[in-house]
Each structure stands twice: as structure tokens, then as C-alpha cells.
């Protein structure tokens, strides 16, 4: 019998930094930067949208070769399979079934094609560990409990007014000449998903830490970059030195075949990682002060201040007490400013 395959799984919310980390951690030895493989079925297969590499997916050699095993025929079925058992609206009932000790997501006819993704996946990459940035903490559920995979998570927070505000801008689904935009969201419904997806994420994961779970911000990565990369590698189980830092804060991208995500996938070469503040001048008054009281509960629990201005505490983003002690990061304070931010998905 085959090894499990390793997933590391990016939880949380969107504009977190998950573009960003999978891009990196693809440079690693041992690592596949797979992207967002829950869009595999519909914006890879039915849409054929670029992989990581810049070729439309069907055309790119190494998603040719993973295709290849997988029943590509009913790709539609499968990705509106998946919309179907991931909705909003069947979260109680997941969170329910997780308390009680059973799979929070039931099993399904198209989970053995699932399982064979993951697997082929590993098999054409030789990769020990498949990073899959999806993020929506539903669809890790439903591949943590998968046959074959062993599941890591890790979760990236980013402050909840920062990800609304980058929410709100107009992006296409593939690079600015793309006419198909990535969501847009309103600030008050960024604010809600945000503190929805984090509340599921720590829920369904965070006793699982130190080995199964590890929570980053955003505004830690960015303020120590090298250091929180090793720190997420040495987690994933990949060489922490074998990274693409030619300084403490610089990376050398080559190109990664992941799938859909952040168009700031495609970058490649050097890339300066510096924290995205534009949100600080630029978010309304009013804008901040709805998703401030939209967030309250998630704002202490991961060490954000209320008030605009205020640095966050030292040993911020910690758990709150009576959580795993090694699930928080470091922290160095809130991101540096940037004039080249990195805005991430
Ligand atoms: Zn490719």
C-alpha cells in the first residue's frame, strides 16, 4: 500500500497571504504548490483558465499527466458536486457532526475520484507534501477525510479590515486583462465571512496543533518573512533552509503549476515580500468601524486592536486562554509599511 499522501492545507479566509505562501513554499525541495484544487474541476478543467505556469491548463505537461488518470469527462458534475456539499448553509450541521466525532463532510460517490487527485498529484510531482490553498475550511474537512491523506492546516489571519478592504478592489480572475473579476464582496459581508471562516477554521483544527495545526498572521510573515517561512516548513515537514530567500525578506520565484488563486501567482524572478498597508489611509472611517464591530469576537482572539493606529500587542495572535498554547505565531507587531505592497488572496 502507497504512503499517505501529505497535504498541507491553507485554512481561513480569502486575501490572507495563501498566494503568496504556496508561491514560496513550491520553491522548496519535496514541496508542490498545487494552488486552490477545489477550482481544479471547474475554472482548470471546464474553463481551462492558465495554470501557475502561464499555459491554459489543459495544455500544461504536468496537469496533462495527473488529467490523464482522472475521469476529466465529468468534471462539471464534480465541481457542482462539490458547491452542492460545501454551502454556507450546511455549516451547523458540520460543525455538529465534528463535535460528535464523526466525518463533518458525508461521504459521496465522487470522493474516491477526489482521493485519486491527491494521489496523482504526488505520484507525477515526487512530491512529499501537496500544499492546497483552498482555504474554505468545508472543503479541507471533506479532504482530511479522504482515504490516503494525511492533513496539516495551516491557518493564515490577516487583520479583518485590511482583508476587506482588499476585497473591494477590482481585480481580474487572471491578471488585470482578465474581464472576469475575482469577488467583490461589501466590506460589511467581507467582515462576516471573515470572522465565519476563521471561528470554523480554529473549530475544526486548532487541538490539533502542534503537529496537525499552525496558525500564522499575516502581518508576522511579512514582518519576518524568512523566518515564519522556515517556521511553516519546518511544520509541513520539508527542509526549513531549503527555501528561495536570497535575503531575509526577497525571494527567486521560478513559475509553479498551481491551479486558479491570486493572479500574483504568475510572478516570477526576484520579488521583495513587504506587507500590503494601503488599507491604513485608504479604508473609510465608516468602513473600519463596521467591520471592527462585525469582528469583535475574532479581533481578540487573534490579538487585533479595535482602535486604528494602535500596534498590536507583543505576543499578539496567540490563542486565547484554554487554547493550544503552540498554535499562535510570533509576533513582532503589525506589518511593516511598504510602497510595493504585497496584496495577496
Ligand atoms: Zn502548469
Known amino acids: 500500500m502507497n504512503p499517505p499522501v501529505r497535504v498541507l492545507y491553507l485554512a481561513g479566509s480569502g486575501r490572507s497571504g495563501s ?3 504556496t508561491t514560496v513554499l513550491g520553491q522548496y525541495d ?8 477545489r477550482y481544479l474541476w471547474q475554472r482548470g478543467e471546464v474553463e481551462n483558465r492558465p495554470c ?14 495527473v488529467r490523464r488518470e482522472l475521469p476529466t469527462d465529468r468534471a462539471a458534475a464534480i465541481a457542482a458536486g462539490l458547491r452542492g456539499r460545501l454551502r454556507m448553509r450546511g455549516l451547523p450541521t458540520l460543525l455538529r457532526r465534528h463535535r460528535r466525532g464523526v466525518r ?23 512530491a512529499r507534501v501537496v500544499v492546497d490553498s483552498s482555504k474554505l475550511p468545508p472543503y479541507g474537512a471533506l479532504v482530511g477525510a479522504l482515504p490516503g491523506i494525511e492533513l496539516r492546516v495551516l491557518h493564515l489571519v490577516r487583520d479583518p479590515r485590511a482583508t476587506a478592504f482588499s476585497w473591494r478592489r477590482r481585480r481580474g480572475l487572471d491578471g488585470d486583462a482578465d474581464p472576469e473579476l475575482m469577488s467583490r464582496p461589501p466590506v460589511g ?17 486548532a487541538d490539533r496543533a502542534p503537529t496537525g495545526y499552525l496558525r500564522v498572521r499575516y502581518e508576522d510573515l511579512t514582518a519576518e518573512p524568512e523566518a515564519t ?62 467591520v471592527t464591530a462585525l469582528t469583535v469576537p475574532g479581533l481578540r482572539r487573534f490579538g487585533y486592536p ?19 498554547a503552540a498554535a499562535g505565531g510570533r509576533s513582532v507587531g503589525v506589518g511593516r509599511a511598504g510602497s510595493t505592497g504585497h496584496e495577496e488572496g
Open 189 to 205: 459581508k467581507a467582515a462576516l465571512l471573515w470572522l465565519v471562516w476563521n471561528t470554523v477554521t480554529v473549530r475544526l483544527w
Open 52 to 65: 501557475g505556469c502561464g499555459r491554459p491548463l489543459r495544455d500544461c505537461p504536468l496537469w496533462s499527466g
Open 104 to 126: 463533518p463532510v458525508p461521504v459521496h460517490p465522487d470522493d474516491a475520484t477526489l482521493a485519486d487527485l491527491y494521489a496523482a498529484v504526488a505520484r507525477h510531482t515526487g
Open 306 to 324: 479595535w482602535r486604528r493606529g494602535v500596534p498590536a500587542p507583543a505576543g499578539a495572535g496567540r490563542p486565547a486562554r484554554g487554547g493550544p
Open 19 to 21: 498566494t503568496l505562501v
Open 229 to 290: 517561512l522556515a517556521r511553516i516548513a519546518a511544520f509541513a515537514g520539508v527542509d526549513p533552509d531549503g527555501g528561495p530567500f536570497t535575503g531575509p525578506a526577497t525571494v527567486r520565484l521560478t513559475p509553479t503549476h498551481s491551479v486558479a488563486g491570486n493572479p500574483s501567482r504568475h510572478r516570477t524572478g526576484p520579488v521583495p515580500i513587504t506587507a500590503d498597508v494601503q488599507w491604513r489611509h485608504d479604508l473609510s472611517r465608516w468602513s473600519y468601524a463596521l
Open 30 to 37: 519535496g514541496v508542490f504548490a498545487a494552488g486552490e484544487l
